[in-house]
């Protein structure tokens, strides 16, 4: 569906996108996921026609973003990091006024308005003016005039940058449902976003692909530390040292709770579970377990490890 091919923009000498490659499927929910300054608006703005790229190029169901540019915007919904809204516009005005600069025509345009209204439930500000919006509601009407025309692909960029939590547990359940029903490209830096919404994450750093997966998959993936917490009551002096001698392991926090028990945690460059190799070490040493167990790897790992310096 979507087609994007050795990917490049400079601005001026720095590659703000860098040789990137990849492909969206139909269906899919795609997360693009990078620090602030990765690449991540300038490639949402090339896929979307509103910058030409400087080397590579975009397929848009088979059009060329550079010479189909009206082919292209037809296909797509866009939300910009700073959604464009009339201030002075009720939302039902706003809404028409751009369905029909998108050429829904206007025995559409009072179905389709209320077909948006449902899907962001914006019913209750249709009257409104914008200015008058709480932030939510906002962004509930930039998605709505993304996709008033009824696009097959819909990209978002950081939709739920500056919303609150509770408004973005409520976009972020409206983009799930958008995604049984599009195509759907989000960017965000935050990662519980991804892994609520996303079947796939692209990680960008510095204007190139250093990840692409689902987020199960790069933490399957990952070659990173894992940490096992290990309990130990009234536990014997050396038994830092003990864990140490053993291939692989390292103590890299050790805590004497209440009631004398010791929560040390090991971490292993492995990606075998080392827990059994922990018990049979404390039966064989005889010590007192009160706690053995894996923390998960988490996508901030993964992402910690690909983007940091
Ligand atoms: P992100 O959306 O991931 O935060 P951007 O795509 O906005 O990143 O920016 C990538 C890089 O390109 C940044 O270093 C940014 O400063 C630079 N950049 C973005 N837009 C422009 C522009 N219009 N002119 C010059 N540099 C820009
Ligand atoms: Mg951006």
């Keep these: 569906m979507i087609e994007v091919r050795g990917l490049t923009k400079t601005y001026g000498t720095e590659r703000a996108v860098d040789n990137i490659s990849f492909e969206v499927k139909k269906g899919e929910v795609l997360g693009f996921l990078g620090p602030n300054g990765a690449g991540k608006s300038t490639t949402m703005k090339i896929i979307t026609c509103f910058l030409p790229p400087t080397e590579g190029s975009v397929l848009v169901d088979n059009l060329n973003v550079s010479e189909e540019s009206v082919g292209v915007r037809r296909r797509i919904g866009y939300l910009?990091?700073?959604?464009?809204?009339?201030?002075?516009?009720?939302?039902?005005?706003?809404?028409?006024?751009?369905?029909?600069?998108?050429?829904?025509?206007?025995?559409?345009?009072?179905?389709?308005?209320?077909?948006m209204s449902a899907v962001c439930g914006i019913g209750s500000v249709l009257g409104k003016r914008i200015e008058a919006l709480s932030k939510g509601y906002r962004q509930r009407v930039g998605l709505a005039q993304a996709m008033i025309h009824d696009p097959e692909i819909v990209i978002l960029d950081e939709p739920t940058s500056g919303l609150d939590p509770n408004q973005i547990v409520e976009i972020r359940e409206l983009i799930k449902g958008i995604g049984t029903e599009k195509t759907v490209i989000l960017s965000t830096h935050i990662l519980s976003e991804v892994q609520a919404s996303c079947d796939r994450v692209l990680i960008i750093?510095?204007?190139?692909l250093v990840a692409d997966?689902?987020?199960?998959?790069?933490?399957?993936?990952?070659?990173?530390?894992?940490?096992?917490k290990l309990g130990l009551q009234e536990a014997p002096e050396n038994a830092a040292s003990v864990l140490e001698s053993v291939d692989h392991f390292r103590v890299t926090g050790q805590e004497l709770l209440n009631g004398g028990e010791t929560v040390f945690t090991v971490s292993t460059?492995?990606?075998?579970?080392?827990r059994p190799t922990l018990f049979k070490l404390a039966v064989e040493k005889g010590w007192t377990l009160t706690e053995l167990h894996r923390d998960q790897v988490n996508l901030e790992d993964v992402f910690r490890q690909l983007t940091g310096n």
């Design 80 to 115: 910009p990091e700073s959604t464009p809204l009339y201030q002075d516009m009720t939302t039902y005005e706003y809404l028409t006024f751009v369905g029909s600069m998108r050429g829904v025509s206007s025995t559409d345009l009072p179905r389709r308005i209320a077909h």
């Design 205 to 208: 750093n510095k204007g190139k």
């Design 213 to 228: 997966g689902t987020p199960e998959a790069l933490k399957a993936n990952f070659s990173g530390a894992q940490h096992i």
């Design 269 to 274: 460059d492995t990606q075998e579970d080392m």
